[in-house]
């Protein structure tokens, strides 16, 4: 059994609770700036900044890390969205982190867990959220458009999430705004970029589709690489939650982009 589907078997065990409460956060309603809107009309490789005290290939990253404060030295230092942990038992994350997060920044917020009911996607709204991530490997075909449909709704981008050829094909049989290339394999956890080298001709082929490339993304060489490839950003997690200097390593990741973005039609 693979740490995913471990992970996927406890969401859900924790869906009755959350269909048993109505989900109520104190959130101030902001405007925020579209994900999608950002990443197409950049010249530089924009950075989705992530709020991570763990995971289960690294164990614990900085558990003692105030959310809010790390929050907003990602948006101070030109991130051009946050990345929300909200799983408890692996990532040691929740929807009050962000919440808390919602009420403090203005930039795009991304709720970053493994949804396998539409009630996560409800929590996710209520908490904050302008951005949902869907993992391909984690649903079915019927799931994944449904759950992409109903997000698309109450207003959310949604980063769809891909490790392989194959859960791209079926991605891009729902043609989503927004597409993730994860360079992490899930049955060994080992990370090579080559992954979004691979993948990025097949997602290149659609001029409306934004990409980013997920994982193993510390310097300003890997920021170029995979915007050579064709990414228009990057979601960085540990790197940043390690760094003592956040604002360099966001400068540093924060690459021209090798081709002129056209804007949105």
């Known amino acids: 059994m693979t740490i995913l589907q471990t992970i996927l078997d406890h969401k859900e065990t924790l869906i009755p609770s959350l269909l048993a409460t109505e989900p109520s956060f104190e959130v101030t309603r902001k405007s925020r700036v579209s994900l999608y809107e950002t990443l197409r009309k950049a010249d530089t490789l924009q950075v989705i900044s992530e709020m991570k005290r763990a995971s289960p290939s690294k164990g614990l990253i900085n558990v003692g ?11 101070q230092a030109g991130a051009a969205c946050i990345s929300v942990l909200t799983e408890d038992k ?11 997060i919602a009420n403090q920044v203005d930039i795009p917020i991304l709720n970053k867990d493994f949804i396998v009911h539409e009630i996560q996607i409800d929590y996710a709204k209520a908490a904050g959220a302008s951005v949902i991530l869907l ?8 799931k994944l458009k449904a759950f992409y449909t109903y997000a698309s709704v109450l207003g ?13 094909d079926r991605a891009l049989a729902i043609h989503p705004k927004i597409i993730g290339v994860n360079n992490r394999d899930l049955k ?5 970029l080559a992954q979004t080298e ?8 659609y001029e409306d589709i934004a990409f980013i490339s997920e994982s193993g993304i510390w310097n300003a060489g890997d920021a170029n690489r995979v ?29 021209p982009l090798p081709y002129l973005v056209k804007d949105v039609k």
């Open 65 to 75: 890390v105030n959310p809010v404060e790390q929050a907003k030295k990602y948006e």
């Open 90 to 100: 692996y990532f040691k994350g929740s929807f009050q982190d962000l919440a808390d």
């Open 135 to 142: 993992i391909v490997a984690a649903l079915s075909d019927e």
């Open 156 to 168: 959310l981008d949604v980063l769809v999430e891909v490790h392989n050829e194959e859960e791209l």
């Open 188 to 192: 060994t956890f080992n990370v090579n």
């Open 198 to 205: 691979k993948l990025a001709e097949k997602i290149n082929a």
């Open 227 to 255: 915007s050579q490839a064709g990414a228009r950003g990057v979601l960085v997690g540990e790197s940043l939650m390690v760094s003592g200097n956040v604002e360099k390593v966001l400068l540093d990741l924060q690459v």
